[in-house]
C-alpha cells in the first residue's frame, strides 16, 4: 500500500485498534467535498485508497473521484476494484472447488506444496435451492427431506466438506439452511469488514446468485457476476470497471395502511425501467428511508436484475444497527460497524450529494398493485385490474 495520500487512521472499537483508510483525510487532500460524493461510490473509494500499489491501482484512480463529482460521472475512468469476498451457490461453487483441487494436484506433481493453493478472499458457498419435498404436513418432514437430499449428493457434498476443511478462506453453508442471498443477508454480511492485518474496511462482494444485490438494502456493496468473473475475484483477481453513473431515488412520505414493501418495489421497478438505469448505481436517499424497514429496503434492492441496474444502495444508518442486533451479529460487530460508519463519512445524513441524475418518490402516493412474475415492471393498480383485464382481452380477440 502507498497510502499517497497520508490517509491511514487507527479507530478504536470494543477495546481493539483497528486501522482503516481515512476518505476524509483523502478526499480533503485531493481536493474535494467526501460528502458531495454518493454513499456507494465511497466504497470504492476508499477501495482505491486501501489497494493503492502503482499498479493495478494508481495514484490517479482515487483522484478520479474528483472528476467524477465535476463531471456528475459523465467522465469515464477505468478502476480496479477488489471486493471483500465472494458468494457462491452450489451450482457454480462446486467447479471453483474442482480448479482449486487441480491446481494443489498440479503442485504437488510439481514437486511443490499444495497448500498454497487456496481463495486469496474469503469465499461462502451456500447449498441452496436444493432440498425436494418428498416429505410434507408432518412434524418431521424438514428433517426427512435433508436427510434424502444428503443421501442423493452424498459424493458432492463430501468433496464440498473436503474442500472446507483443506482450504483456507474458504466456508460451506449446508443445504437446508436457506437461499444464497437470503443466508447471506441474515448470516454472512458484517456491513464493516476486518482481516488478519488489523483491518477495519466496507464489507462488499461479488455473488454467482443473480439476487446478490438485495444485502445493498444492508448497506453492502454487491453485485452478481458469471461463475469465471466470481473465480477470478475469488483468487486475487480485481474487478476492471468504470467508475459507473449514480442515479439518485429520493424516497419522501409514508406508505398507506394496506400498501406492501411488494407494491413499493413494483413502483420502483416500473420508474427505474422507463428511466433506463443499465450498467449505473441507483442509490436510495431522503426522509423517507425512515419509514422503509431494513426487510423493505432490501426487497426493493433485491429488484436491481428486474430494473437493470448494477445495484440498488442503501447507506448505512440506524435501520441497518437494528438489524444487525435482530439478527444477532456479534456485538463487537455492530460496535465497529457503527463507529466506523460514522467515524469514516459511511453514515447517512441530509448532506445533498451529487448524483447523474435524480428521481423521486413519495411513499403516500403508492397504490396497492398486482404484477405478473415475468413482467414485473407491467405494474396494474388494484383497482384497475377489471377494466385492464377486460382491456386486454378485447386486445386478444377474446369477448
Known amino acids: 500500500m502507498k497510502n499517497s495520500f497520508g490517509a491511514q487512521k487507527t479507530l478504536k472499537s470494543s477495546g481493539k485498534d483497528y486501522k ?30 486501501r489497494f493503492e500499489d502503482g499498479v493495478s491501482v494508481k495514484k490517479e484512480d482515487a483522484e478520479a473521484f474528483k472528476e467524477w463529482l465535476n463531471s456528475k460521472g459523465k467522465k469515464e475512468h477505468e478502476i480496479a476494484f477488489r471486493p471483500s469476498r465472494v458468494l457462491m451457490q452450489d451450482f457454480t461453487g462446486v467447479p471453483a472447488v474442482v480448479d482449486l483441487a487441480a491446481m494443489r494436484d498440479a503442485m504437488k506433481n510439481l514437486g511443490g506444496n499444495p497448500q498454497k493453493i487456496n481463495p486469496l478472499v474469503p469465499v461462502d458457498l451456500v447449498i441452496d435451492h436444493s432440498v425436494m419435498v418428498d416429505k410434507y404436513a408432518t412434524n418431521s418432514a424438514f428433517s426427512e427431506n435433508v436427510a434424502l437430499e444428503m443421501e442423493r449428493n452424498i459424493e458432492r457434498y463430501k468433496f464440498l466438506k473436503w474442500g472446507q476443511k483443506a482450504l483456507k478462506n474458504f466456508r460451506v453453508v449446508p443445504p437446508g439452511t436457506g437461499i444464497c442471498h437470503q443466508v447471506n443477508l441474515e448470516y454472512l454480511a458484517k456491513v464493516v469488514w476486518t482481516n488478519d492485518e488489523g483491518y477495519a474496511y466496507p464489507d462488499s462482494l461479488v455473488g454467482t446468485d443473480s439476487h446478490t444485490t438485495m444485502i445493498n438494502g444492508l448497506a453492502v456493496l454487491g453485485w452478481g457476476v458469471g461463475g469465471i468473473e466470481a473465480e477470478a475475484a475469488m483468487l486475487g483477481q480485481p474487478i476492471s470497471m468504470l467508475i459507473p453513473e449514480v442515479v439518485g431515488f429520493k424516497i419522501t412520505g409514508k406508505t398507506k395502511e394496506g400498501v406492501t414493501a411488494t407494491d413499493v418495489v413494483l413502483v420502483v421497478t416500473q420508474m427505474l425501467r422507463k428511466k433506463g438505469v443499465v450498467n449505473k448505481f441507483v442509490e436510495f436517499f431522503g426522509s423517507g428511508l425512515d419509514n422503509l424497514s431494513l426487510a423493505d429496503r432490501a426487497t426493493i434492492a433485491n429488484m436491481a436484475p428486474e430494473y437493470g441496474a448494477t445495484c440498488g444502495f442503501f447507506p448505512i444508518d440506524d ?5 444487525l442486533k435482530t439478527s444477532a451479529r456479534p456485538s463487537e460487530t455492530i460496535e465497529l460497524t457503527e463507529k466506523y460508519a ?4 459511511f ?16 411513499l403516500a402516493t403508492v397504490e396497492p398493485c398486482v404484477s405478473g412474475p415475468k413482467r414485473p415492471q407491467d405494474r396494474i393498480v388494484l383497482g384497475d385490474v377489471k377494466q385492464e383485464f377486460e382491456k386486454l382481452l378485447r386486445e386478444q380477440g377474446v369477448g
Open 347 to 362: 453514515w447517512r445524513d441530509n448532506s445533498d450529494r451529487v448524483y447523474t441524475d435524480v428521481m423521486e418518490l413519495d
Open 20 to 49: 482503516y483508510f481515512s476518505v476524509k483525510e483523502a478526499a480533503a487532500k485531493i481536493g474535494f467535498d467526501y460528502t458531495k460524493l454518493p454513499y456507494s461510490l465511497l466504497v470504492l473509494f476508499e477501495n482505491m485508497l
Open 342 to 345: 460514522k467515524e469514516n463519512g
Open 319 to 323: 435501520e441497518t444497527i437494528k438489524y
